[in-house]
């Protein structure tokens, strides 16, 4: 499985930014997807994912600001993200694995190469 992650870029605060995630995974809509990401000199930390059910989990300190959504027919999910901050400056990485906790990094098997997320104040 093949992941490629768009749609970073630099934006100021209060601004919305969706990010796209494209498979080339046959399997595409059976796998749990994830958003990830890592600021500088922090840990990969979990943002979101959405399971093959559509059902999508988010991270406390985004819970409002963000949506995630899946097309399985173009194999690509969505990250809908509102209302920015400084501090949601990171590269942003999906991901996916099958069967495994949709919050848990070692779960995932599979990662894009990641797109960077800059929010001036």
């Known amino acids: 499985v093949q992941l490629q992650a768009s749609g970073g870029g630099l934006v100021q605060a209060g601004d919305s930014l969706r990010l796209s995630c494209a498979s080339s995974g046959s399997s595409f809509s059976s796998y749990v997807v994830g958003w990830f990401r890592q600021a500088p000199g922090k840990e990969r930390e979990f943002v979101a994912a959405?399971?093959?059910?559509?059902?999508?989990y988010y991270t406390d300190s985004m819970k409002g600001r963000v949506t995630m959504s899946r097309d399985n027919a173009k194999r690509t999910v969505y990250l809908q993200m509102n209302s920015l901050k400084p501090e949601d400056t990171a590269v942003y990485y999906c991901a996916a694995q099958y069967g495994g906790s949709p919050s848990s990094i070692g779960s995932y098997d599979y990662w894009g190469q990641g797109t960077l997320v800059t929010v001036s104040s």
């Open positions: 959405i399971n093959s059910n559509a059902r999508a």
